[in-house]
């Protein structure tokens, strides 16, 4: 069963625990480039660097050294909140559609209240 995620492609999130994590500086924050459900991880952009060697080939014609991000389980990960910017958890409140009138679930900031989604 594929877990859902609290997560989302271009969420801004914070790094709570790991190598990446340093509260003095802003490398702990990074832009959500990919994430994988069926794993429960996410690959964050600049974070969880990890250097490859690799022989010259198709894709890369130099070869060498080349540096990618790794993905990072989504429980190290915590949003960013866009409004307030400050680390948050991730609630769901109840919005009114205005073009049809059903109520829909968004995801929302639990300390400001703002809808982030």
Do not use: W
């Not at 802003?26 to 994988?36: A, D, E, P, Q, T």
């Not at 952009?45 to 022989?55: A, M, V």
Request: with cysteine; aromatic share 2%; charged share 30%.
């Amino acid at each position: 069963m594929i877990a859902k995620l609290h997560v989302k492609k271009n969420d801004i999130v914070k790094i709570l625990s790991g190598d990446n994590k340093d509260r003095r500086d802003k490398k702990s924050i990074g832009k959500v480039l990919k994430v994988f459900p069926e794993k429960s991880t996410a690959i964050v952009e600049g974070i969880n660097l990890q250097t490859r060697h690799t022989k010259p080939n198709a894709t890369y014609p130099q070869g060498g050294r080349i540096t990618k991000e790794a993905p990072v389980h989504v429980s190290k990960l915590m949003v960013v909140c866009p409004k307030c910017g400050a680390s948050t958890r991730i609630g769901h409140k109840m919005v009114k559609e205005e073009n049809t009138g059903k109520l829909k679930s968004h995801r929302a900031c639990k300390k400001c209240g703002e809808v982030i989604d």
